[in-house]
């Protein structure tokens, strides 16, 4: 759903949704279609199969090669594609945000399954407009003032105590920002958990 005026949930990447623990890159890209978005990315078209996310994973899971491929699957939410990695990264490399924010803009967020980094790309027709450093989300890096004053105040909207029993933090340095919501946030989208349950292209993607 893409209601703005509800409140995000973070269940959809949770156990309960798409089970993207411990590391994923969840890219979002305007008016591309599902399949179009998998061939701008260098997915053979052969490759492409129509199944659940659970399936597509354990197709991956299977694969001798295993270790050197991730699952890729692109979801419809309201105009946008969700294109879903579990613990990649390609959506946050130029050679993937290139090709897919071509006459559009990309929203990507990376999780390093590693360290539990997070970061934030935005990419329109190529360029890069902005970035955010989980670790720093205070500094916005972007040329556009306009542009940075709307991020940082969803930085804020966004911003956790480190200890989820606690009231949210005044101040960067009492707790996180999830980027995954600064994301939804800047886009207006309300994922759910129903939004990623159905069949879905998707296909094995090298690292």
Not at 55 to 71: F, K
Not at 180 to 200: E, K, N
């Amino acid at each position: 759903m893409t209601s703005a005026s509800s409140v995000y949930c973070p269940l959809w990447v949770s156990e309960a949704g798409l089970n993207l623990d411990p590391g994923y890159c969840i890219t979002m890209v305007r008016g591309v279609h599902p399949r179009s978005a998998l061939l701008r990315i260098g997915v053979d078209e052969t490759a492409i199969r129509i199944a659940p996310w659970p399936e597509l994973v354990a197709r991956v899971s299977a694969l001798n090669s295993a270790r050197s491929h991730v699952p890729s699957a692109a979801f419809v939410l309201g105009e946008y594609i969700v294109l879903v990695e579990e613990n990649g990264y390609r959506g946050h490399s130029v050679e993937w945000n290139i090709p897919l924010s071509r006459d559009t803009e990309v929203v990507s967020v990376y999780l390093s399954p590693a360290s539990d980094h997070q970061v934030l790309s935005l990419v329109r027709d190529g360029e890069q407009l902005a970035f955010i450093d989980g670790d720093a989300p205070e500094i916005i890096h972007a040329d556009d003032a306009e542009l940075a004053g709307r991020l940082i105040e969803l930085c804020h909207d966004a911003l956790k105590p480190w200890d989820p029993h606690e009231p949210a933090p005044e101040e960067f340095d009492d707790g996180w920002v999830d980027l995954l919501q600064v994301a939804c946030d800047y886009l207006g989208l309300r994922p759910t958990i129903a939004d990623f349950t159905g069949p879905t292209p998707g296909a094995a993607v090298r690292l």
